[in-house]
């Protein structure tokens, strides 16, 4: 046996699960009735496994550098157990490389740049994301309320919970900033009466909602704009705002001006809901061993996380005072599996949609990343945050009485009132 060969077996020996790999020279290393079998036919993969580059070796299954055969789950144990330590500690860097990400993030977020990171991702194809997501097509993290919901379920209980917390109420107007498939639009404009604006960056995603406006026969109280935040119109604030997934895209040195924005973008006493990824660590805005690199490579260009206490700090600095928190993390790990084995039980199906050499990688890039970040998740490696705010008050001693104007009545309880 080589010496990496011995090095391997060894490496396989110690996961907590049986592990088969079929190295490039033919030699098999590893248990016989794996779980998992890694078929490696680039021998730079076995250097990336002895060092636990788990984000290189998604890297190298997207170029086709190995197969495996087993569970995606499965998969996912092997590549906790062969990291060398925590990827929010791996991730940590020194002064210099600190003042690198952060001259990074500003010259990643041009309003020009920010439009074709978008479309990177969201037109890749409306019908490869109606595989694997619910059918309102929500593409974020989803409200188990109860155990046993489905995720389409949990998306329409995440859609109600914000819209509850948010106090919406007939005839307001609420806008959502990034707002998808129009899920969220949809469901406070037939759930809530509200009046809606919602904008995005994606060419697909305008063009599928503005379509469902019309079916639905939403016109007139319902719209959605192609447009950058930066963009919108100021003159006349909305009662109400949300912001689903989508401060992950505006950049760390950007998230005082984001929220400054949605500020004057509210009218005094109103409402915004941020909801988004946060990091898990203090001070890192991506993931070690790789894991970063390959989400900003494969798909996610340009997104950056913060920690909830920066995000809290940015608040703050753009004049917004915190009114309630909520870590939505273990619903973001259900989700992502549900999303993962949805696509896992498609396969075939993902491939056809997908049927160019481009789309194969994508389609391996995905199955990596869904199933990756719902073990990140899991282990507290990243976390999601709701967080409800308003435009700091200027001083009055009837908060707590419910006065005209002042939309949080500072008591949890209306969020769970029946309707």
Same mark, same amino acid.
């Given at each position: 046996?080589?010496?990496?060969?011995?090095?391997?077996?060894?490496?396989?020996?110690?996961?907590?699960?049986?592990?088969?790999?079929?190295?490039?020279?033919?030699?098999?290393?590893?248990?016989?009735?794996?779980?998992?079998?890694?078929?490696?036919?680039?021998?730079?993969?076995?250097?990336?496994?002895?060092?636990?580059?788990?984000?290189? #070796?998604?890297?190298?299954?997207? %170029?086709?550098?190995?197969?495996?055969? =087993?569970?995606?789950?499965? !998969? $996912?144990?092997? +590549? &906790?157990?062969?990291?060398?330590?925590?990827?929010?500690?791996?991730?940590?860097?020194?002064?210099?490389?600190?003042?690198?990400?952060?001259?990074?993030?500003?010259?990643?977020?041009?309003?020009?740049?920010?439009?074709?990171?978008?479309?990177?991702?969201?037109?890749?194809?409306?019908?490869?994301?109606?595989?694997?997501?619910?059918?309102?097509?929500?593409?974020?993290?989803?409200?188990?309320?109860?155990?046993?919901?489905?995720?389409?379920?949990?998306?329409?209980?995440?859609?109600?919970?914000?819209?509850?917390? #948010?106090?919406?109420?007939?005839? %307001?107007?609420?806008?959502?900033?990034? =707002?998808?498939?129009?899920? !969220? $639009?949809?469901? +406070? &404009?037939?759930?809530?009466?509200?009046?809606?604006?919602?904008?995005?960056?994606?060419?697909?995603?305008?063009?599928?909602?503005?379509?469902?406006?019309?079916?639905?026969?939403?016109?007139?109280?319902?719209?959605?704009?192609?447009?950058?935040?930066?963009?919108?119109?100021?003159?006349?604030?909305?009662?109400?705002?949300?912001?689903?997934?989508?401060?992950?895209?505006?950049?760390?040195?950007?998230?005082?001006?984001?929220?400054?924005?949605?500020?004057?973008?509210?009218?005094?006493?109103?409402?915004?809901?941020?909801?988004?990824?946060?990091?898990?660590?203090?001070?890192?805005?991506?993931? =070690?061993?790789?894991?970063?690199?390959?989400?900003?490579?494969?798909?996610?260009?340009?997104?950056?996380?913060?920690?909830?206490?920066?995000?809290?700090?940015?608040?703050?600095?753009?004049?917004?005072?915190?009114?309630?928190?909520?870590?939505?993390?273990?619903?973001?790990?259900?989700?992502?599996?549900?999303?993962?084995?949805?696509?896992?039980?498609?396969?075939?199906?993902?491939?056809?949609?997908?049927?160019?050499?481009?789309?194969?990688?994508?389609?391996?890039?995905?199955?990596?990343?869904?199933?990756?970040?719902?073990?990140?998740?899991?282990?507290?490696?990243?976390?999601?945050?709701?967080?409800?705010?308003?435009?700091?008050?200027?001083?009055?001693?009837?908060?707590?009485?419910?006065?005209?104007?002042?939309?949080?009545?500072?008591?949890?309880?209306?969020?769970?009132?029946?309707?």
């Amino acid at each position: 046996m080589t010496a990496i060969a011995s090095i391997i077996e060894n490496k396989l020996g110690a996961l907590p699960m049986p592990v088969s790999m079929d190295l490039p020279d033919g030699q098999k290393v590893g248990a016989a009735d794996a779980a998992i079998r890694l078929r490696v036919r680039d021998s730079s993969v076995l250097t990336h496994f002895a060092a636990g580059e788990v984000g290189v #070796l998604g890297e190298d299954y997207v %170029e086709g550098k190995f197969e495996f055969d =087993g569970a995606m789950r499965d !998969l $996912m144990r092997l +590549a &906790a157990g062969i990291l060398p330590g925590s990827p929010v500690d791996l991730a940590r860097s020194g002064w210099l490389t600190s003042l690198i990400k952060r001259l990074m993030s500003v010259w990643h977020h041009s309003i020009e740049r920010d439009a074709r990171q978008i479309e990177f991702h969201y037109d890749l194809s409306d019908d490869f994301y109606a595989l694997w997501l619910d059918p309102r097509r929500v593409y974020s993290c989803a409200y188990y309320r109860e155990p046993d919901f489905t995720v389409a379920q949990a998306q329409e209980a995440k859609l109600d919970h914000i819209c509850r917390k #948010l106090a919406l109420k007939p005839g %307001e107007r609420f806008l959502d900033v990034g =707002g998808g498939w129009g899920g !969220l $639009m949809l469901w +406070a &404009a037939e759930h809530y009466d509200v009046d809606v604006t919602g904008i995005t960056l994606s060419n697909n995603q305008h063009a599928y909602v503005n379509r469902l406006i019309q079916e639905k026969g939403l016109s007139g109280r319902v719209r959605m704009e192609r447009l950058d935040y930066r963009k919108l119109d100021e003159s006349r604030p909305y009662d109400k705002i949300a912001s689903v997934g989508m401060f992950e895209h505006v950049g760390r040195t950007q998230l005082t001006g984001y929220f400054a924005k949605l500020r004057r973008l509210v009218r005094p006493g109103g409402l915004i809901l941020n909801h988004g990824i946060t990091a898990g660590g203090l001070d890192n805005s991506e993931l =070690g061993a790789g894991m970063g690199e390959f989400i900003e490579k494969f798909i996610f260009p340009g997104g950056e996380l913060s920690h909830i206490h920066y995000v809290q700090q940015t608040l703050a600095e753009a004049g917004l005072e915190d009114l309630d928190v909520e870590n939505l993390r273990p619903h973001y790990a259900r989700t992502l599996w549900a999303w993962s084995d949805a696509l896992e039980s498609r396969l075939d199906e993902a491939r056809a949609i997908l049927n160019t050499p481009q789309g194969e990688r994508s389609l391996r890039a995905y199955r990596m990343y869904l199933a990756g970040c719902a073990m990140g998740f899991e282990h507290g490696w990243i976390a999601l945050h709701q967080i409800i705010a308003q435009p700091r008050p200027a001083g009055s001693a009837d908060e707590l009485d419910y006065p005209d104007g002042q939309a949080y009545p500072w008591r949890r309880d209306y969020i769970y009132q029946a309707r």
